[in-house]
């Protein structure tokens, strides 16, 4: 069982939904899974352009794709933003971050050949891979049109993705694990049930007593695992310190997630954070061995 820690972030100057990082520029669109990054972008913009992909993610269930055909990268670090998103939402309930970039000049039909010599993306060198029609960068997948990306985006049904907005209010976490345990018979882990509600009833129960603001609850299986999260609106990041002391009231929360949980974690987005648990039939399975 693995906490993972997530570095605190700078706050984005400028609305959620279009961010302006010095030069660049990150603009939301409300009617589908794009982001739109335009101007320069270097080491000063990176981690404002990182916080806002987050948030995006966060807030949208399902992939988002980056359109960086507006974007000049002049830095390392700008290049390597992107891939730092996409790790760090590896365990998020579906969600994942692609690019769409023109220098990735590929055919648009499925059968095209992957051609000989690499081309870049945002000033990175691409990496062919077994995609047709698209590169990775530093481990990101890009499509040199949106619609090539979206078109990827919409082969990953949301059906396949539960989702809840909850009040930070009494009963929350019972609408939680009613949630937790409708997708776990739905995905045929039925095993899950229990421990998923142990950890999303502490999540929950987390931002009713500590954070105090709506909160919305994601879950989806991703192979044979699944993946669970809470997004609220507090920057308070919980803390893990092991065994609370036997006279010592509350504290156990964490432990619990730990305990059920293969990994888990929070990472801080724009006006809050996302807290996140990936789970296995296998442990549970050791757990009753």
Known sequence: ???????????????????????????????????????????????GV???????????PGPVVADVTGLRVVDPTGRGVFAEVRREVADWPA??????????DRPDHTDAALPAEPTTVAGEPAVPTTVAGSATVAGVPAWPTVDGA????????????LTADLA????????????????????????????ACIAIT????????????????????????????VRDHSSHLPTFEGLSPPDRAGGRG?????????RWGSSPVGDGKVVWCVLHPDDEVAHRD
């Open 1 to 47: 069982m693995t906490a993972t820690e997530r570095p605190n972030a700078r706050t984005v100057a400028g609305e959620p939904r279009e961010a302006i990082m010095a030069s660049c520029r990150v603009e939301a669109d409300e009617s589908s899974a794009v982001v739109r990054l335009t101007g320069v972008l270097d080491a000063a913009g990176a981690e």
């Open 50 to 60: 990182r916080l806002a992909l987050l948030t995006r993610l966060a807030d949208r």
């Open 95 to 104: 969600a994942d971050l692609l690019l769409c970039d023109p220098a990735v």
């Open 150 to 161: 979206l078109a990827t985006v919409a082969a990953r049904p949301l059906a396949a993705v």
């Open 168 to 195: 930070p209010a009494v009963g929350a976490a019972r609408q939680a694990r009613e949630l937790v345990t409708a997708g776990c018979r739905r995905w045929g882990v039925p095993t899950l049930i229990d421990p």
């Open 202 to 229: 502490e999540m929950v129960n987390n931002v009713v007593a500590h954070a105090r603001t709506p909160m919305t609850v994601r879950l989806a299986p991703q192979d044979n695992t699944l993946h669970l999260a």
């Open 254 to 262: 964490l432990l619990l997630i730990d305990t059920v949980a293969r």
